[in-house]
């Protein structure tokens, strides 16, 4: 049972919370596509409360609400918010869970969204803090994967990119751990995983670690490609040498297997070419898609009747 709770860390759901947040959101999908009203969440609102840039996680969390019949208030910039006068989060947050049923929020600095769960007496969804965890993309993430791929377990998945700074990897690594997967981890040396993300999957999972993507395209069922931090990087100049140092092309997706996916929990900047977006393995526009239904579902569990 969701009802009430906070979701700040994937580690935060059971196997069972999962799965029965897949099924409902299949329910909200189908909802969807039939064009059936819905009103679990009529008289709830939900805030948003925004101190990083976001364009897909904010707005299909407030779609997902409104669809549902609910409202929703937001702090999309915290420039013309009180956070410019110095308001603490703990305040800001002692306030907005008065005037909301249910938090969404966002931060760069990782552990914020826990902090702001314990000042809440509402249940308060991470949406992303600093490098830490994004846990309601993982479950879109898994949710794709289900829907894309046909299932988890038995699969062979290539990550690429940023696994230093990104923190939907380190929460797609920590439910991964959870079936029977192959991992193929590529980045640069300097955007290596974390040590306690490393040590927290293996032994759990096989995995392999490179530099070069090539050799694993053959043997690859789901490459998820991510973007390079760029707000993460103290020196620019680092950032300047690493960007554009891999790219997906048609070559890459050519040498996939066939049935293989593509997915990338968006925004891109230049590491997958526009010429693969139409082809078959392409699935990240389907994937920021299905963020609406699986939020649907994880809202209307935790504050739903
Ligand atoms: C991701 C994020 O904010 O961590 N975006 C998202 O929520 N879909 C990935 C990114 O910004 O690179």
Do not use: W
Request: proline share 4%; charged share 25%; glycine share 6%.
């Amino acid at each position: 049972m969701l009802k009430n709770r906070s979701i700040i860390s994937i580690a935060d759901l059971s196997d069972e919370d999962i799965n029965e947040i897949f099924t409902e959101a299949d329910k909200m999908l189908e909802n969807l596509n039939s064009g059936q009203k819905m009103n679990d969440m009529e008289s709830r609102i939900l805030a948003t409360l925004f101190y990083e840039p976001s364009t897909r996680t904010r707005l299909s969390f407030e779609s997902a609400m409104q669809r549902l019949g609910g409202s929703v208030i937001s702090m999309a910039d915290s420039k013309t918010s009180s956070t410019s006068k110095g308001e603490t989060l703990a305040d800001t947050v002692r306030i907005v869970e008065s005037y909301s049923d249910i938090i969404v929020i966002r931060h760069p600095l990782e552990g914020a969204a826990l902090l702001a769960s314990k000042f809440s007496s509402k249940p308060v969804i991470n949406a992303g803090d600093g490098s830490g965890e994004h846990p309601t993309q993982t479950l879109i993430d898994l949710y794709t994967i289900r829907k894309e791929s046909g299932s988890i377990d038995g699969k062979t998945i290539t990550i690429i990119g940023d696994l230093k700074y990104g923190r939907t990897v380190h929460s797609l690594l920590s439910a991964l751990a959870r079936y029977r997967v192959n991992v193929n981890l590529v980045s640069p040396e300097s955007l290596a995983l974390p040590k306690h993300v490393y040590n927290e999957i293996k032994g759990r999972l096989k995995v392999n670690v490179s530099t070069d993507l090539e050799p694993f395209l053959a043997q690859t069922d789901i490459l998820y490609v991510t973007r390079i931090q760029k707000e993460r990087f103290t020196d620019k100049n680092e950032y300047a040498r690493l960007i554009g140092s891999y790219k997906i092309t048609g070559r890459e997706a050519d040498m996939l297997p066939s049935g293989a996916i593509i997915m990338h929990p968006l925004p891109r900047v230049d590491e997958i070419s526009p010429e693969v977006d139409n082809r078959e393995p392409a699935k990240y526009f389907r994937q920021a898609y299905y963020g609406v239904p699986v939020r649907m579902a994880l809202i209307s569990m935790i504050a739903g009747e």
